[in-house]
């Protein structure tokens, strides 16, 4: 696609939900879409970003099934219970939310098209917080394009 005289839009922002942790899933797609509407961006991105080091995002299909799969994948690859220096240096118990929430990555990146989100029929954008207690969890966005 050339573009020729038009003026790149930016929206940013971001959003603040209450998590129960422990690998908690929370379907965020509403709230992106409904900003990628809001920023009036036709043709770009929409990037998501989760800060702080013990939560992720990804895109899923957002069902009971899957959610339990999901859950049992990180038990099998990364076990609450297992040794890590990170409990043994700072006694908080969350060594295993770190490595997991490094795995998955804190954000994604997703097109834009006629000024919707570019998912799949069955693909949800999800926050995981996987640390071990509650928390109060921030995750920003930026719509760009034209």
Do not use: C
Not at 78 to 106: Q, T
């Amino acid at each position: 696609m050339e573009l020729r005289h038009n003026t790149v839009k930016v929206h940013t922002g971001q959003r603040e939900i209450s998590t129960q942790g422990r690998g908690e899933m929370i379907d965020i797609t509403p709230f992106v879409s409904s900003e990628v509407e809001a920023s009036l961006v036709s043709e770009g991105t929409a990037t998501v970003f989760v800060p702080g080091a013990t939560a992720g995002l990804t895109t899923i299909e957002f069902e009971d099934g899957l959610v339990r799969d999901f859950s049992s994948l990180w038990e099998r690859l990364v076990p609450e219970n297992d040794h890590y220096a990170h409990n043994a240096r700072w006694g908080d118990g969350n060594g295993h939310s770190h490595v997991r929430a490094s795995l998955l990555g804190p954000s994604l990146v997703i097109p834009v098209t006629k000024g919707r989100l570019t998912l799949g029929t069955w693909q949800q954008i999800i926050l995981v917080d996987f640390d071990n207690r509650p928390r109060k969890r921030r995750f920003v966005f930026q719509i760009m394009g034209i």
